[in-house]
């Protein structure tokens, strides 16, 4: 049962304009996500993260919404650039059956951005 | 470099034979994570490391499969008798830990075949 889900396979944007990349969860004690960046034969790479404590979180171009009633977090890209064409996930911050933490990802979006 | 670093970058083996993956986490990071993205999955968590602490190993998917973190640095993921659904991407990941912020930074990954 998948706890982070992208519900999006893939987006195609122009350049300039706003990408919006969406995520929703399933449990509410979640209390921190994390979006990632994934080029092909290359790992992901951390973008941006965002606390429940707070509904935004913002650095340069990229933006992460979080609506906690809804159970719905969301990455805009303004302006989108033809670099960021990639596959971007999801991931929520969870208890280990060890007591411990883990990443869990939803299974990504892939991202285009036509010049 | 100054970022994870995985070897060997890709692996082809023979089912039934052991394969060793390595990782150098970045330099000051105490934690310590494994998972692994198989075809048309998402990122699965295996064993998680945090300074010399005992391993919270409670993501690793059977007793073929082990790990040792040598000296709090340099990692080895060790999968014995390898089986065909074996076959996937093995990521490596370090952090801070809670105390630095709870992102994970991924090296680029090792894709196992297991033929």
């Known amino acids: 049962d998948q706890q982070v889900k992208q519900n999006s396979p893939s987006l195609s944007v122009q350049e300039g304009r706003i990408s919006i990349l969406n995520c929703d969860y399933t449990?509410?004690?979640?209390?921190?996500f994390l979006w990632y960046k994934k080029y092909p034969a290359e790992g992901p790479t951390f973008l941006i993260s965002i606390s429940s404590i707070k509904d935004k979180n913002e650095d340069g171009r990229f933006t992460v919404f979080l609506n906690k009633s809804a159970k719905h977090l969301s990455l805009h890209i303004v302006p989108s650039q033809p670099g960021d064409s990639a596959v971007y996930f999801c991931?929520?911050?969870?208890?280990?059956?060890?007591?411990?933490?883990?990443?869990?990802f939803g299974k990504g979006t892939k991202l285009t951005v036509n010049p | 470099g100054a970022g994870v670093s995985q070897s060997p970058s890709n692996k082809v083996t023979e089912k039934g034979k052991d394969v060793e993956l390595r990782c150098d986490p970045i330099?000051?990071?105490?934690?310590l994570y494994w998972y692994r993205q198989s075809l048309g999955q998402g990122l699965e968590f295996l064993i998680y490391f945090q300074g010399n602490s005992a391993p919270d190993k409670s993501g690793l998917p059977s007793d073929r499969f082990s790990a040792e973190r040598t000296g709090g640095s340099v990692s080895t993921l060790t999968i014995q008798r390898t089986q065909q659904e074996d076959s996937a991407v093995y990521l490596c990941?370090?952090?801070?830990?809670?105390?630095?912020?709870?992102?994970?930074?991924f090296g680029p990954g090792t894709r196992l075949l297991v033929l």
């Open positions: 330099s000051g990071h105490t934690a």
């Open positions: 990941a370090s952090s801070l830990g809670l105390a630095g912020g709870r992102a994970q930074y």
């Open positions: 449990n509410s004690m979640f209390d921190y």
């Open positions: 991931a929520a911050v969870v208890w280990t059956q060890g007591g411990s933490e883990k990443l869990v």
